[in-house]
């Protein structure tokens, strides 16, 4: 159901990282997602308050 791209996304994911366990693939997601969600809490500081690096 998902898109190629997902499925590709996916299989390139786990031939670079070769999860063996939930605990594995957990660790994966929050080496991929971290800066992610990093980056766009940043943003949205800087959006709202006006604020650069300074900030935080």
Do not use: W
């Not at 499925?7 to 070769?18: L, N, P, S």
């Not at 080496?31 to 308050?49: C, S, Y």
């Amino acid at each position: 159901m998902g898109s190629y791209y997902g499925k590709e996304f996916a299989t390139r994911i786990i031939e670079q990282y070769q999860p063996e366990s939930i605990q594995d693939m957990q660790n994966v997601l929050k080496d991929i997602f971290d800066p992610m969600f990093e980056v766009m809490l940043k943003e949205e500081m800087n959006h709202h308050l006006g604020c650069k690096s300074v900030c935080y």
